[in-house]
């Protein structure tokens, strides 16, 4: 699961592009959500800062499927560069203008999740 840098709180200092289990679940902002997901399906989440280390992620972990959430122009640009894998996207929210603070319905990320276990 790739996620938008900009979903965590733009105030936290906490390097969870590095690890999102760096997260301390104030639940501020959606990373928290997003780390108890990763714990109950054992998946594994990544934050990414931007496209070339998405694509990074993408060849160093070899899924077997992928579920990106971003802005529709990031979306639409990503998917298409993604070759042999099967990308289900889903769009953030972004109530404080592009890339500051952007939001994701955490029921979407888990419905993505159970379309592709088959659950
Ligand atoms: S939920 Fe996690 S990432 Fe978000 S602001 Fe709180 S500690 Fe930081």
Redesign the pocket.
């Known amino acids: 699961i790739l996620i938008p840098h900009c979903i965590?709180?733009h105030n936290?200092k906490?390097k969870?592009t590095n690890d999102i289990d760096n997260?301390?679940?104030?639940?501020?902002?959606k990373?928290?959500d997003l780390q108890q997901l990763k714990e109950k399906y054992n998946t594994k989440i990544f934050v990414a800062t931007g496209g070339t280390l998405a694509r990074k992620i993408i060849v160093d972990n070899k899924p077997k499927a992928v579920i990106a959430v971003a802005c529709e122009r990031d979306l639409t640009s990503g998917v298409r560069e993604v070759n042999k894998i099967p990308v289900l996207g889903i769009f953030n929210s972004r109530p404080n203008g592009p890339c500051i603070d952007t939001n994701i319905k955490i029921n979407e990320v888990e419905d993505a999740i159970n379309f592709f276990t088959c659950k």
């Open positions: 965590q709180n936290c906490l969870v997260c301390r679940k104030c639940g501020i902002c990373i928290s």
